[in-house]
């Protein structure tokens, strides 16, 4: 088949959506079909992409947080058996079904998250679901979800008609890159960090991402009273120096590193060295939580949030914990007591890892995603 990934984002911007995207694109092609993604350029820097898949990045028009507006779409994207388009994606998907009604273009939805925003941007946000976003996804083949749990607590569910079109998919990891096996001490020695009880955080740090929940990750653990543990912040983005200031404010500083964003060879092994993964997420915004998986596939245990689809993820008090979102209080005993427990770690990284083998890897999901696209 001929196939198109539509995103918003994509490595090296690292954020769900965009890897998830990367990921679809090199199984289906190592399935031997022809993949093309579109997406922006942003950020405008080299990264080199295997020679499989075909990347066209083109520059925006304009950009409103992370959704560019990028109309070369319209010319590009034509002679496709199926389209995938990765949602929310604000200008895309109204070009996706524009394309529908022009050229009855077939196009395929992952639905990754539920948008939610704060203040007065809920206004104008409210008549575009009703109006607009109510079309792309009905008009679409199928739509794909992470879990049926987050979709029946979303808005996806609220919408009429397309019930029939759902399709679970979960989201996966490499299990050959992220696996128990690698070391982390480079990391430790490269932060003189060797000694230290290590919580891990990963994910971006802008706007689009406040629901990341760092600043209760943060909070929990200033109430944590074991000096020996550090708490490593993999992400970049314009909320970073905030999140910083807030760390200094909290007594964290000489506590905590910020690395700033990491290489794709240098990410596991930092999972590597971490004892605890945390995803403290607080709103519908997370709808899977990648970084769990990429945690239980390194053989570590794993603290989230009590969200939908989130919690599909995390078995709880089997290969990690699962936290009220906000509960600081609950979060830093979770955290410290897995730290004083290894046996709990090692058990749970364990059963972690089992679980990620028999559900996760992108190979099997591949491999599930092209068999939708031939059902179509």
């Known amino acids: 088949?001929?196939?198109?990934?539509?995103?918003?984002?994509?490595?090296?911007?690292?954020?769900?959506?965009?890897?998830?995207?990367?990921?679809?694109?090199?199984?289906?092609?190592?399935?031997?079909?022809?993949?093309?993604?579109?997406?922006?350029?942003?950020?405008?820097?080299?990264y080199s992409y295997p020679d499989i898949v075909t990347v066209k990045r083109f520059k925006p028009l304009f950009r409103i947080g992370n959704a560019p507006f990028i109309p070369q779409l319209l010319r590009e994207i034509k002679d496709f058996d199926i389209v995938h388009l990765h949602y929310p994606f604000f200008?895309?998907?109204?070009?996706?079904?524009?394309?529908?009604?022009?050229?009855?273009?077939?196009?395929?939805?992952?639905?990754?998250?539920?948008?939610?925003?704060?203040?007065?941007?809920?206004?104008?946000?409210?008549?575009?679901?009703?109006?607009?976003?109510?079309?792309?996804?009905?008009?679409?083949?199928?739509?794909?979800?992470?879990?049926?749990?987050?979709?029946?607590?979303?808005?996806?569910?609220?919408?009429?008609?397309?019930?029939?079109?759902?399709v679970e998919i979960p989201n996966g990891v490499d299990i050959d890159r992220f696996n128990p096996k690698i070391n982390g001490e480079e990391i430790k020695v490269r932060y003189a960090i060797e000694d230290k009880?290590?919580?891990?955080?990963?994910?971006?740090?802008?706007?689009?991402?406040?629901?990341?929940?760092?600043?209760?990750?943060?909070?929990?653990?200033?109430?944590?009273?074991?000096?020996?543990?550090?708490?490593?912040?993999?992400?970049?983005?314009?909320?970073?120096?905030?999140?910083?200031?807030?760390?200094?404010?909290?007594?964290?500083?000489?506590?905590?590193?910020?690395?700033?964003?990491?290489?794709?060879?240098?990410?596991?092994?930092?999972?590597?060295?971490?004892?605890?993964?945390?995803?403290?997420?607080?709103?519908?915004?997370?709808?899977?939580?990648?970084?769990?998986i990429e945690g239980m596939a390194t053989g570590k245990p794993v603290i989230a949030t009590n969200l939908p689809g989130v919690r599909t993820v995390v078995d709880n008090g089997i290969n990690g914990y699962i936290v009220e979102p906000k509960n600081t209080k609950d979060l830093s005993e979770r955290i410290s007591y897995l730290l004083e427990n290894e046996k709990t770690r090692k058990k749970f990284g364990k059963r972690g890892r089992k679980k990620v083998e028999k559900m996760y890897s992108w190979e099997k999901i591949g491999k599930k995603l092209e068999e939708v696209y031939k059902n179509l």
């Open 1 to 46: 088949m001929k196939i198109a990934q539509v995103s918003a984002t994509f490595p090296p911007y690292m954020a769900g959506t965009g890897n998830v995207c990367y990921h679809y694109s090199v199984e289906l092609a190592k399935l031997g079909h022809e993949v093309t993604v579109f997406t922006s350029r942003y950020p405008d820097e080299d």
């Open 91 to 166: 200008f895309g998907g109204e070009i996706m079904y524009f394309l529908k009604k022009l050229r009855n273009q077939k196009y395929v939805i992952t639905y990754h998250n539920d948008v939610i925003l704060q203040g007065m941007l809920n206004f104008p946000l409210k008549f575009y679901k009703t109006m607009i976003m109510k079309q792309i996804l009905k008009n679409a083949e199928k739509i794909v979800v992470t879990s049926l749990d987050y979709a029946r607590n979303s808005e996806l569910w609220e919408i009429s008609r397309i019930k029939e079109k759902i």
């Open 197 to 292: 009880d290590i919580v891990l955080f990963v994910g971006a740090l802008d706007k689009a991402h406040y629901f990341k929940g760092v600043e209760y990750l943060l909070q929990s653990f200033a109430s944590i009273k074991n000096r020996n543990l550090f708490l490593v912040i993999v992400g970049d983005g314009d909320l970073k120096g905030y999140y910083m200031k807030l760390a200094e404010r909290l007594g964290l500083k000489n506590r905590t590193l910020f690395t700033g964003r990491v290489s794709s060879e240098d990410l596991p092994k930092y999972y590597a060295s971490a004892d605890v993964v945390v995803l403290p997420s607080i709103t519908m915004g997370e709808a899977f939580g990648l970084v769990l």
